[in-house]
Nanobody
Framework: QVQLVESGGGVVQAGGSLRLSCAAS????????MAWFRQAPGKEREFVAG????????DYTDSVKGRFTISRDNAKNTVYLQMNSLKPEDTAVYYC???????????????????WGQGTQVTVSS
């Protein structure tokens, strides 16, 4: 399994931006699809964005389309989540995750993700 460490969370006002990073250990990072999930208090963990192993294909949950961008740098073993136009409802703990699968991960692939980071808190104030 790959080891994952997230960073970049914090407190921001509504309309602001944050960029989350997820650094992965291991030499086969480029073989994993990656995704960001989030979990708000009292709610289930939900899929936010996913990216294929090559980085050529992405998928987003509807509530973040046009505001968030997932990307990866396989040379740096890092996946990013650029979050713009943040809303209070984006407040959650954000997790990155890795899976060995073909194609682009979607919300239906939650069960395939076996490697998870510790999470980073994002708080958006109104």
């Amino acid at each position: 399994q790959v080891q994952l460490v997230e960073s970049g969370g914090g407190v921001v006002q509504a309309g602001g931006s944050l960029r989350l990073s997820c650094a992965a250990s291991g030499r086969i990072f480029r073989g994993y699809v990656m995704a960001w999930f989030r979990q708000a208090p009292g709610k289930e963990r939900e899929f936010v964005a996913g990216i294929s192993a090559s980085g050529g294909s992405t998928d987003y949950t509807d509530s973040v389309k046009g505001r968030f961008t997932i990307s990866r740098d396989n040379a740096k073993n890092t996946v990013y989540l650029q979050m713009n136009s943040l809303k209070p409802e984006d407040t959650a703990v954000y997790y990155c995750a890795a899976a060995l699968m073909f194609g682009t991960p979607t919300a239906q692939d939650l069960g395939l993700f076996r490697s998870w980071g510790q999470g980073t808190q994002v708080t958006v104030s109104s």
